[in-house]
């Protein structure tokens, strides 16, 4: 607030509820001149003004709202009291500042401050992002540069530096406080498998449910919200509680009936996917289970935050599942805008009936378009990017705007396209930073905070996290001094994931991961020993990263871990591990270049049969796509990749993720291209047919 009234850029990141909107509120009354402050919620800023208007009923604190709810002449009068100087802060939604009226009232009232809210919707990385925000520069140059103050309840440093640069805040304070939350307990518990996930829920719950309060537990899918909905419910119904869920996929009705339940306390546990929460306060949630990890430690902070906000002590529990990347990826992939989304609703927009500026029904565009209002925005902000459209504005009917100078050619195309990959991509590393999350044996409640930035609170006091509780890592198989040693096996099975733990669990001495990969992976020249043991390339045909993975996924399942500095980082296998290989215990792990073995009787290799006509196709659009890049053709993928996606045609980034050689990299870069052209072929083949 110091900050703030000295005149200097302020960017405040606190969390919902911490109080951030005194941040400005104060500092605008006590100083003289105009505050304005842009909210993309209309909503929310009738409440805020109205608030603050009705706690001082008897003095008129000169504050306004002007939102197109309002009647002509409650805007009329607002405006009025505006230039007579009468108003010391005012509320707008972004889109207030396309009027050029407007914006002459503003420059003869001196702006002394202008407060940016929801900051992060300037962010092209937010989920919420706003294509007005990024034309807020040039307003603020054009008021004649008054501080900015942004405040913003969810960004990561990434976020936090693209509204800096976005709205060019020289010389900023960036405030960061207020997440931490010492009341809250973060644990995660790993799965070793779907079956295993339910029998932790399973006993655990009898636990979570003994005591006052209410659960909450989030679910991925409306299909795992259903089925964790029934596990709950059974469980609860002995203790004599009831369990709900909660889901898009529910009417209205039902979502009522299941939020009012929940809020009174006559159901003591909601299962419920991500659609639930919004706006939700109730104070005694003393546990949130997550059943799969959420999309990014944003998301998952913003749900499990929902607990213990009473200030008494809750958990915030993760059933983590190797699985969980799949559905995750996913989901990524379902709800990903495509370039044909794009296109669509621009051909849509165009055919409307023409006029200067132009109205579209939303009713009838999502009839006609399957599209939801996220993709939508997502959409229309691609197209505005563009020039394509401009001024575009929403209320919750309509879509109003006019066509931009721009029309839709390939160029226009392609940088569209270019922007969705890189937005994809970021996705993707969210996703990394979550899986992190999950497998951190560091300070769980210190990684959280690390991860907004918020450096300055205190750990170290009350309950804190299962890392924190930890006495030691778990420990490696222990050599009995007596028993037999663990015998190399003389050969490996191909694609014998039991064998491969068996080996790593009888190397001596143990390795690294860098050094255990070259062995995998049969790198003699790198490694210069060991070319004689039976682990030396039986990944061979494996990349780096999927190497990787495949230990990731190991740890994942607690059959193997890698050691702290003091062990030179060194793998060890896990008494699970040497239980898993001496029982033959059935693992859910794929051995990577052998997938296609389980997946059907076909071996990805050379004498795999492929579709030669497809083949010719990739090839062609590698090369375009080379020339385009100005790389060597091999850069983008190799022969034996191409060869690999013309025999298994993979028509989603899922199936693509499953060729050797294609990574969550590739995937970011080239999916979306390949994938076209295998349904291409597709697509003719079946008109071919037909
Ligand atoms: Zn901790």
Excluded at 193 to 222: F, W
Excluded at 653 to 681: F, H, M, S
Aim: glycine share 8%; with cysteine; aromatic share 6%.
């Amino acid at each position: 607030m110091r900050a703030s009234l000295s005149g200097r850029n302020v960017l405040v990141v606190m969390p919902t509820g911490s109080g951030k909107s005194l941040c400005f509120q104060l500092p605008a009354l006590m100083t003289s001149g105009l505050t304005v402050v842009v909210s993309p919620l209309i909503a929310l800023i009738q409440d805020q003004a109205d608030a603050l208007n009705r706690d001082n009923v008897r003095a008129d604190l000169g504050i306004a709202s002007l939102t197109s709810m309002q009647s002509p002449e409650q805007q009329r009068d607002v405006l009025y009291r505006l230039r007579a100087g009468r108003l010391r802060m005012i509320y707008v939604a972004p889109e207030r500042f396309r009027s050029g009226a407007f914006l002459e009232s503003l420059r003869g009232a001196a702006v002394t401050r202008l407060v940016v809210d929801e900051a992060h919707c300037i962010s092209e990385w937010g989920h919420d992002f706003r294509p007005d925000y990024l034309s807020l520069r040039p307003i603020v140059v054009s008021l004649g540069s008054p501080p900015v103050t942004a405040l913003t309840a969810t960004a990561t440093r990434r976020v936090q530096k693209g509204i800096v640069d976005n709205l060019a805040l020289s010389d900023p304070v960036i405030l960061v406080g207020g997440f931490d939350r010492p009341n809250l307990y973060w644990s995660v518990h790993r799965c070793a498998s779907d079956q295993d996930r339910r029998e932790k829920l399973v006993r655990a719950l009898p636990k979570l449910a003994a005591g006052n309060g209410s659960g909450l537990i989030y679910a991925p899918t409306r299909k795992a919200c259903e089925e964790v909905g029934a596990i709950a419910g059974n469980v609860l119904a002995g203790m004599g509680k009831r369990a709900m869920i909660y889901h898009a996929g529910l009417n209205p009705q039902e979502r009522n009936d299941a939020q009012a339940a929940w809020l009174a306390g006559d159901a003591h546990l909601l299962v419920a996917t991500n659609a639930f929460g919004m706006g939700i306060d109730k104070s005694d949630v003393r546990y949130i289970v997550h059943y799969g990890y959420p999309e990014s430690i944003e998301s998952y902070y913003q749900e499990a935050g929902r607990a213990g906000r009473d200030g008494g002590r809750s958990r915030c529990d993760v059933l983590s599942c190797f699985t969980d990347r799949k559905t995750r990826l996913w989901l990524i992939e379902n709800d990903a805008l495509t370039v044909r989304d794009v296109e669509s609703v621009y051909r849509f927009l165009r055919a409307s009936k023409a006029g200067d500026e132009r109205t579209i029904d939303k009713a009838i565009l999502f009839r006609s378009l399957d599209l939801n209002l996220t993709k939508l925005r997502l959409a229309v902000a691609r197209l505005e990017g563009a020039s394509l459209v401009q001024s575009f504005t929403e209320t919750s009917e309509e879509l109003r705007f006019t066509l931009g100078a721009e029309t839709w050619r390939p160029r226009v195309a392609g940088l569209i396209e270019e922007g969705l990959r890189a937005q994809k991509a970021e996705r993707l590393r969210r996703l990394g930073e979550m899986i992190d999350y999950c497998k951190t044996e560091n300070c769980r409640r210190r990684t959280i905070l690390d991860y907004f930035g918020d450096v300055e609170a205190p750990i170290g006091r009350g309950p804190c996290c299962d890392s924190c509780d930890r006495p030691a890592r778990p420990p490696a198989a222990a050599m009995p001094a007596t028993g037999p040693r663990v015998v190399m096996p003389a050969r490996i099975e191909p694609g014998s994931v039991h064998d491969i733990i068996q080996a790593i669990d009888a190397l001596r001495p143990s390795l690294g991961k860098k050094r255990l990969s070259l062995l995998l992976r049969g790198s003699a020249s790198k490694l210069g020993t060991d070319s004689a043991s039976p682990l030396f390339g039986v990944l061979k045909a494996a990349s780096v990263k999927q190497v990787d993975t495949f230990l990731d996924q190991l740890m994942m399942w607690g059959l193997l871990r890698q050691g702290g500095e003091d062990e030179y980082f060194v793998y060890k296998v896990t008494a699970e591990g040497r239980k898993a290989w001496q029982e033959r215990a059935p693992l859910d792990v794929s051995v990577p270049g052998h997938f296609a073995v389980a997946r059907s009787v076909i071996a990805v290799g050379a004498s795999m049969p492929y579709d030669e006509d497809l083949f010719e196709r990739l090839r062609n659009w590698r090369r375009k796509r080379a020339a385009e890049l100005v790389v060597p053709p091999f850069f983008i993928m190799s022969d034996k990749i191409l060869r690999a996606i013309a025999a298994l045609k993979p028509e989603t980034a899922l199936a693509l993720l499953e060729i050797p050689g294609i990574g969550d990299a590739k995937l970011a870069q080239y999916g979306n291209d390949v994938i076209e052209v295998v349904r291409d072929g597709a697509g003719n083949n079946n008109n071919l047919d037909d």
